[in-house]
């Protein structure tokens, strides 16, 4: 094997966004590219003696070449051990817990998550440190500054590694180790959750299960999760096997993307728990019979109910949400007497919290759910985490949720997307909102009056980093929010992001529609910002 030193020049815009660097396929492909992201995650990293490296990523196209030159890049870096899923498959939480067990240097996970996969569709790449969870913000900017002076990088002419075979592997002296993907993961999860009392659950015929895994990375998780080890009939699993196209859909588990598993659990004779994960298993919907539950309502209820769980029996040590998800959790918190973080978008920002032991349940608006296990959101836990609680509880989801906002108060909460909007559009909507964010103060918008607007920062409280720009807020004198954020995920455009939420203590009008109970705000949204009179959108792509 010959290591080998190859010139090269800077690509411009490889700046990682809310979580990694995505481009599209044929961005990646270029001679390079790919190439040169992977140097500057080597360069802005330790790499001790004795590296190791874990390698996976969802499955979809690019991920087997993409690896290959990875597994050639790390060894020539000086990484003495690989540890990659065989097929070239991890889940994201399931990459951080393989991270943390084996005690890794870090992780690179393959994954543009929920957008679509296809030699014209998205690919993406992240870091993952030795804790589990994604490089925080000092680490990708230190990437980003790198990728713009970078001249050259170090590679190996090994040949391919057949990823398809498990075993380990020596190519003049590194080890690697293909790995089953599943098997870490799944005794993970057996060792949190009460397995026997939900598979009582899952086998009985007055109880049933089906998980869309939207042809994403999580199908052969939740196979042999639910329907192996707990029982679950056959079959409960569907779109199970992970393509490179994700079968061409979106795999973005919102009541658009996920329309399959919608139809099915509004369908007569509907089972009685629904869940959809994306494409690479960090996030889930979660439905009952007939009934949607709002990932921010997921979290306050298993924050709520965390002490049915056998890990998590003795207490939580606290909770954090990203600022735009709604504050139920907070109610949750506050009557634990536990604290409650308040976040920038990403799950970068939980790292520290959990790592810090000031946190075990964290959450976003968006569908990501998790807890101090690993440092990734993970979709499958929150499944099972749902599942434990109903076996504990012997409830069904709808009447653990409703019996919940009679304790708690419902907070009534929807994200409206504009996707692929002009960037220019974009950047002068959010220029003339700031402009203006003062002077909204005391002004009337479809019959709401402001209170308080402000721009969203963040100081980290255990490494006191500072994230400016996080969002734009303004809050109504009846208790409403309305949040403004440009997505940090998308590869055309700009998409915008607005999330509204309205506190209900009044059982009596806790049965709306979320879009008929938020209807004020949703107009008033639209005036404060122009969004049709800039964009020229009538409705969002997408509303949650
Ligand atoms: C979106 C979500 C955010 C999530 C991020 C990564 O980011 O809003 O909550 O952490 O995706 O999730 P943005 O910047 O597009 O709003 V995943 O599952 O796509 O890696
Ligand atoms: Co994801």
Redesign the pocket.
Known sequence: MQKQTINTSPFEGQKP????LRKKVRVFQQPGYLENFVQSIFNSIEIPEHASLVIGGDGRYYNREAIQIIIRMAIANGFSRLIVGRGGILS?PAASCIIRKYAATGGVIL?????PGGPDEDF?I?FNGTNGGPAPEALTSKMYEHTQTIDQYQITDADDINLDKDGVIDVDGASIKIIDPVADYADLMQSIFDFSAMSRLLSSDQFSVCFDAMHAVTGPYATEILEKRLGAPAGSVFNATPLEDFGGGHP?PNQVHAAELIARMNAENAPDFGAAS???G??IMILGKGFYINPCDSLAVLAANAQLIPAYSGGIAGVAR?M??SRAVDRVAEALGKDCYETP???KFFGNLLDDGRITFCG?????TGSDHVRE?DGLWACLAWLNVLAASQQSVESITVKHWQQYGRDYFT?HDFEAIDSEVANRLFSELRDNLTGLVGKTYAELTIEKTDEFSYVDPVDHSRSEQQGIRIYTTDGGRIVY??????TEGA?L?VYMDRYEPSAERQQLDPQQALASLIKAADEIAGIQRLTGRSSPDVIT
């Open positions: 966004g809310t979580s990694g994201t994954s543009a998550s929920h957008n993406g992240k973005d994306d494409g690479d960090d996030r990203s735009p998800t978008t990403g799950w976003e608006e968006s569908f990501g959101k994200r954020r440009l997505s940090g995920t998308g998409t992001r």
